[in-house]
C-alpha cells in the first residue's frame, strides 16, 4: 500500500496529490532537496527516514510524478504505477495548458482515474505473482527427478538411476567408505591431527615500548620551519586554485570534434541522440578520476533530465548536453551550506561556549598532520589563539612529527605520549584549552583504512565523548574509484557504532596533494557527490600558505577541458 502520490511541477507547484495515510515529516521536499536539485536524478529511489520514494520525470510538460511507501514494504507494481499515472496524467495535462482555468478540474476528475489505474496494475501484479506460485502438474516428475542421483555420468541415457532418500548423497565414485577397509572389514577411523595453537602474540598489534614521546631537538625544528614556512612577503591567496584553463583553438579534444559533428536538432531529445554525447562524456569524466559509479549517475541523471525536451532548430544536441553536464557539475561543488570557520569561531567565542574544536580523521599517509598545521597557520594568521592536541597514539613519531610542526608555528601542542585512550587526550586537551581561554583545538587522530573496525570504534567514541564543532575527512587528490569506498565507508562506520539516534557524520573535506594531479580533479567530485559535504580546504604544496579554497567553476573548466 503506497502512503502517498504527489504530482508536481519543476516550478514547485502540487497539481495533484493522493494520500491514503498521514505521511510524517516532508519527504518529497527531502527528495526535491537533495535528489533533483544535485544532480541525482540519474538514481532509481530515495530513503528518507521510515519511508523510500521512487519518482518519475516528465521533462517535456516540466513535470515529476512521485510515490511515497514505507521502506520495510517490497511493492512490485511501483514503476508501472508511475509509468501509467504519467501517460494518462500527461495526456489530459496537455489538453489544458491553454485553459489554466481547467487545472483544478483536472484534478478533480484524475482522482477516479487514478483509483481505476491503481486497482488495475495491483490486479495484475497479482496475476503475475499467483502464476509464479503455481506449480502445473507435469513438473511433479521433475520435482522428484531432483532427488535423483546419477551415479555413473557416462552411461548412456535410459538406463536406470539409483534413487537415494532425499538428503542422501552417494558417497563419491572411486573412494573407500572411511568406517569401511579395503576386503569389507571394519576399520577405525585415524586419529584427527592435533591442532597447534597459534601464538596469540603474533596477531596483536606491534607494541610501542615508549610510553611518553621523545624530545625535538631545536635544530631539527629550525631545519623542518626552513622547508615548510613560507619564505619572503605572505599573501593572502587562500580564495584561489589556479587560473581557467587556456582554451586552445589550435586543436581540438575528441569530445569537441564529437559535439561538432552531432547535427542540430529540433525535435524532442530521446535516448538515442544522448547516448554517443553521454558515452563520451562519461569516458571524458572518468579520465579525470571520477568514480565510475559517479560517473555514470551523472550521466543518467542529465540524461533523465533531457529526455523529452525539445530544442529548437538553431541548437545543438551537443552544446544542451554540454551545458547541462556543466551546471550539474557546478551545483554538486557549490557549498549546499557555507562552513565559514572563521565566522563560526567567532559566534563561538561570543556565546561562551569555547573552544571551536575541529576532529581531523582520514585513512593513512594522507597528510592529516601537515593539513592540520596549514590549517592552524592560516587560524594564526587570522588571530586566533590556536592549541594543538596530539590524538594518534597508535603510530610511531605522530607526536614528534607535530611537535615539530608546534614550534615551527610557535603554537603549544597538547599530548600524553602513546598507548593512551585519543578520546580521554582530546577530552582533557579541550578542558585545558577552555581553562586557557584557546579559541581554536585541532585535534590530529590516528589514520586507520575505512575497515578496520577497532580503530573506527575508537573514532566514533572520541567524536561522541567530545562533541567536536567540526569533522573534517583529509583525502588525496589522487584516488579515484577508491575515493567513494573510503568517504562511504567512513560515514558508514560513523553511523553504525555510534550511540546515539543522530549520530555525527562527517561535515567538510580537507583535499590534500592537489597539486601533484595537473587536470585530474575527478575525486573532488566524487567525494561530495558521496558525501554531499563540501571540499573546505585543499592542499597544493608542502608550506603552511599552500592551502586554497576550492573554485567550482575552475574544476568544472578543468574536467570538461
Not at 513438473?139 to 541415457?157: F, I, L, S, Y
Not at 610510553?211 to 631537538?217: L, Q, Y
Request: with cysteine; charged share 25%; hydrophobic share 40%.
Amino acid at each position: 500500500m503506497i502512503d502517498n502520490f504527489t504530482i508536481l511541477h519543476k516550478g514547485g507547484r502540487v497539481l495533484w496529490q493522493r494520500s491514503p495515510v498521514k505521511v510524517r515529516g516532508n519527504p518529497i521536499n527531502q527528495l526535491v532537496k537533495s535528489v533533483l536539485l544535485e544532480e541525482r536524478s540519474g538514481e532509481t529511489s530515495f530513503t528518507h527516514e521510515a519511508y523510500k520514494l521512487h519518482w518519475l520525470l516528465a521533462n517535456d510538460l516540466g513535470l515529476v510524478f512521485v510515490v511515497v511507501y514505507q521502506k520495510i514494504l517490497q511493492l512490485l507494481y511501483i514503476d508501472e504505477l508511475l509509468q501509467s499515472v504519467k501517460s494518462a496524467f500527461c495526456a489530459g495535462y496537455k489538453a489544458v495548458l491553454s485553459q489554466p482555468d481547467q487545472l483544478r478540474q483536472l484534478a478533480e476528475q484524475f482522482d477516479l482515474q487514478f483509483d481505476k489505474i491503481l486497482a488495475k496494475v495491483e490486479l495484475q501484479v497479482q496475476k503475475r505473482t499467483d502464476l509464479s506460485h503455481s506449480i502445473p502438474v507435469g513438473h511433479q516428475h521433475d520435482a522428484d527427478e531432483a532427488n535423483t542421483v546419477d551415479d555413473d555420468p557416462g552411461r548412456e541415457q535410459g538406463s536406470t538411476k539409483k534413487k537415494f532418500p532425499k538428503g542422501i548423497r552417494p558417497a563419491a565414485r572411486g573412494r573407500a567408505d572411511p568406517q569401511v577397509g579395503p576386503s569389507g572389514s571394519s576399520a577405525k577411523p585415524s586419529a584427527k591431527p592435533k591442532r597447534v595453537k597459534q601464538d596469540s602474540e603474533s596477531w596483536k598489534e606491534p607494541k610501542i615500548d615508549t610510553s611518553s614521546s621523545v624530545e625535538v631537538s631545536t635544530a631539527e625544528a629550525k631545519r623542518f620551519g626552513a622547508e615548510y614556512l613560507p619564505q619572503g612577503e605572505v599573501k593572502d591567496n587562500y580564495e584561489e586554485i589556479w587560473e581557467k584553463p587556456a582554451a586552445d583553438t589550435s586543436s581540438k579534444s575528441g569530445l569537441a570534434k564529437l559535439f561538432d559533428r552531432l547535427p542540430f536538432t529540433s525535435s524532442a531529445l530521446t535516448a538515442s541522440d544522448l547516448e554517443p554525447l553521454l558515452s563520451a562524456t562519461r569516458e571524458r569524466l572518468v579520465s579525470k578520476n571520477v568514480a565510475n559509479d559517479i560517473a555514470d549517475k551523472l550521466c543518467e541523471s542529465v540524461a533523465g533530465n533531457l529526455v523529452g525536451t525539445s530544442v529548437s532548430g538553431f541548437q545543438r544536441t551537443s552544446t544542451l548536453v554540454k551545458e547541462a553536464m556543466e551546471s550539474a557539475l557546478v551545483r554538486i561543488l557549490t557549498p549546499k551550506r557555507e562552513i565559514n570557520i572563521l565566522r563560526d569561531i567567532a559566534a563561538c567565542k561570543q556565546a561562551g561556549k569555547g573552544p571551536y574544536v575541529i576532529v581531523f580523521c582520514g585513512v593513512n599517509g594522507v597528510g592529516k598532520s601537515t593539513n592540520l598545521a596549514k590549517i592552524a597557520y592560516w587560524l594564526s594568521h587570522n588571530n586566533q589563539k590556536v592549541m594543538l592536541t596530539a590524538c594518534d597514539t597508535f603510530r610511531s613519531g605522530a607526536v614528534e612529527q607535530l611537535r615539530v610542526h608546534a614550534q615551527c608555528l610557535n603554537v603549544p601542542l597538547f599530548e600524553r605520549g602513546y598507548n593512551k585512550d585519543a578520546a580521554s587526550i582530546a577530552a582533557e586537551g579541550i578542558s585545558f584549552a577552555r581553562k586557557e581561554k584557546f579559541d581554536v583545538v585541532l585535534v590530529d587522530t590516528a589514520g586507520r583504512m575505512q575497515d578496520n573496525e577497532p580503530l573506527m570504534r575508537s573514532l566514533v567514541k572520541l567524536i561522541n565523548m567530545n562533541q567536536p564543532n567540526l569533522i573534517l575527512f583529509v583525502g588525496e587528490a589522487l584516488v579515484g574509484n577508491d575515493a567513494v569506498d573510503q568517504v562511504s565507508k567512513f560515514n558508514q562506520s560513523l553511523r553504525d557504532l555510534a550511540d546515539k539516534e543522530i549520530p555525527r557524520l562527517i561535515d567538510g573535506i580537507v583535499l590534500t596533494k592537489f597539486d601533484t594531479i595537473d587536470d585530474k580533479v575527478g575525486a573532488a567530485i566524487s567525494m561530495v557527490y558521496t558525501t554531499g559535504q563540501p571540499i573546505v580546504f585543499v592542499g597544493v604544496g608542502q608550506t603552511y600558505t599552500d592551502l586554497r579554497k576550492l573554485n567550482a567553476s575552475v574544476v568544472v573548466d578543468h574536467l570538461m577541458q
